[in-house]
């Protein structure tokens, strides 16, 4: 039996679906996009009186849901499967969108640069616990009209894992998706074998901006999986009661998936969100608040009833440093979203209402979200039942240290958080330097960046996906140089033996 979280009954997620269902085909979507307007009423789905609202009659509903995938895998930059969506795998990636970067060398919060994005990139290329990366931060060193594609390229470079990623344009993901398919043989290789997760936020108030229509209708056409995420801002622009807001979250979320399987029947499609409180006093908007935590488990709890993969703004923190208050935020969330099943948790690294990016906070992140997973797996006897002869053993011995039982179980029973965690006594970390969790977590990173090993990407390939980028761009300016000490290269055979020595060091120091 693996762990799980209850906090719905099914009777009452049936009454969220019929009135999230009784809106689509009264009410319907304002969608802004022309094209995708078109394409769904060339499919048949009708307007309002107004002749300026799509409504979703039940039947296409239904029809969407039985074309919608009950799972899909993602695949490395290689072709190789990496990570299976659906039922209940949980997967965590770090947070996207973030405008601002904590400097862990000086402790400045500033705008991001492309060193910054490719010392994250690397990072988290070696972190167990964090699936896949997200294209987390945009830098300042881009110009706005394809900083999407920038940082898929540097994504591309430095890690072999799928992303999640999105278009910050309306006319962003064809040249994205292009440049994926430099690693596949076309584009129907893209889809059969995607690489990516893109984005696309339902804008609230029961309509699909400009950006999102397009992003929608291409990510379809080109067999790309996306997550619909609505920000559904309780108090504000949705009830501020929880059976309330779970219905007009699930309206933006049915409407993303039924025009997703219209223009492209099979196409992947994660029901997701990013819900948050709206704060009476602060006028701020918590994604960690418990409210909010409680309507990520419960469109969740919807989107398993609909057998449809599931994502969910998770393990990550409002506050504004590693802090108690991160802590206590990120895990507690993490270990709430590996309970309900969630199946791609967006989050770790991220503070700071999701403005801010931490790469202390994503190593701290890796071990909370190891430790969730570790909550979850399966409860089932090993070796210990019947149960007399460790009974036995323990009083032979007055201890199981030794026993063999340990020895053999203990490896994969008992978790072992790395440094970022104290685990020692008083006296041990005294005579370590008394250090703290952000001294910690600050020299974890430094030892991973050291750690890494680049990857080798075809000349060619990297040049057509500089092009593809330069294509879009307005002003014509030199795109940003990669530094040279982050350029993935073949490694000499003495940089191979530094970083060998340095991951040789760290798994001792980890042993220990």
């Known amino acids: ?14 009454r969220i679906l019929d009135e999230a269902r009784h809106i689509l085909a009264t009410v319907g979507m304002e969608i802004r ?10 499919q048949g789905l ?10 979703f009659p039940p039947d296409a509903i239904d029809r969407a849901l039985g074309a919608a995938p009950t799972a899909f895998t993602l695949y490395t930059r290689d072709g190789n499967p990496h990570a299976s969506l659906g039922g209940s795998h949980v997967h965590f990636t770090p947070g996207s969108s973030g405008l601002r970067i904590h400097d862990h060398r000086t402790g400045a919060v500033r705008s991001p640069t492309t060193a910054d994005f490719v010392d994250y990139i690397r990072l988290v290329d070696g ?4 699936a896949y990366p997200a294209t987390a931060f945009s830098t300042d060193d881009i110009e706005a009209e394809i900083s999407d594609a920038w940082r898929l390229y540097l994504c591309l470079l430095h890690t072999r894992k799928p992303v999640v990623s999105g278009a910050f344009t309306e006319h962003g993901v064809p040249r994205m998706a292009e440049m994926m398919t430099l690693f596949r043989h076309d584009r129907h290789d893209l889809a059969a074998r995607p690489m990516a997760i893109f984005t696309i936020t339902a804008t609230g108030n029961f309509r699909y901006s400009e950006d999102s229509c397009q992003n929608l209708l291409d990510c379809a056409e080109w067999g790309i999986p996306m997550e619909i995420v609505p920000v559904t ?4 622009i949705a009830p501020v009661t929880l059976v309330g807001a779970a219905v007009f979250h699930t309206v933006d979320v ?7 399987q219209l223009i492209r029947p099979g196409t992947p499609v994660l029901f997701g969100g990013a819900p948050a409180a709206f704060h009476m006093r602060e006028a701020t908007s918590p994604m960690l608040a418990i409210e909010a935590l409680r309507l990520d488990a419960i469109y969740t709890a919807i989107g398993k009833y609909l057998r449809l993969p599931t994502q969910s703004y998770m393990a990550l923190s409002d506050s504004k440093f590693l802090d108690a208050q991160a802590g206590a935020e990120t895990f507690g969330s993490a270990l709430l979203a590996a309970l309900a099943g969630v199946n791609s948790v967006s989050g770790p690294g991220m503070l700071d209402y999701v403005m801010t990016f931490s790469l202390p906070k994503l190593v701290f992140d890796n071990e909370a979200c190891g430790q969730a997973l570790h909550f979850i797996r399966p409860v089932a006897p ?14 032979a011995d007055q201890h199981m240290l030794t026993a063999p039982h340990t020895l053999t179980h203990w490896p994969e029973q008992l978790y072992l958080p790395g440094p970022v965690y ?25 030892e991973r960046l050291n750690a890494y090993e680049p990857i080798e990407t075809d000349p060619a390939i990297e040049r057509e996906m500089r092009q593809l980028i330069e294509r879009g761009m307005t002003h014509r300016r030199p795109l940003p140089n990669v530094p040279s000490y982050l350029a993935p290269s073949p490694a000499t055979p003495d940089a191979r033996t530094a970083r060998r020595a340095v991951r040789d060091a760290r798994r001792a120091r980890h042993q220990s």
């Open 46 to 55: 009708p307007l309002d009186p107004t002749g300026e609202r799509i409504l």
């Open 422 to 446: 104290d685990r020692t006594n008083r006296e041990g970390w005294e005579r370590g330097g008394g250090k703290t969790l952000m001294q910690r977590a600050t020299e974890e990173v430094e």
């Open 33 to 42: 996009g022309p094209a995708l307007k078109a394409r769904l009423t060339q």
């Open 1 to 14: 039996m693996q762990p799980t979280l209850s906090v719905i009954s099914p009777s009452l997620i049936v």
């Open 127 to 130: 972190l167990p616990h964090i």
């Open 382 to 395: 090993v070796d210990d039942l019947p149960t007399l002869d460790l009974a036995r053993a323990q009083l």
């Open 254 to 260: 049915l409407a993303g998936m039924v025009m997703a």
């Open 233 to 236: 801002l309780m108090g504000l």
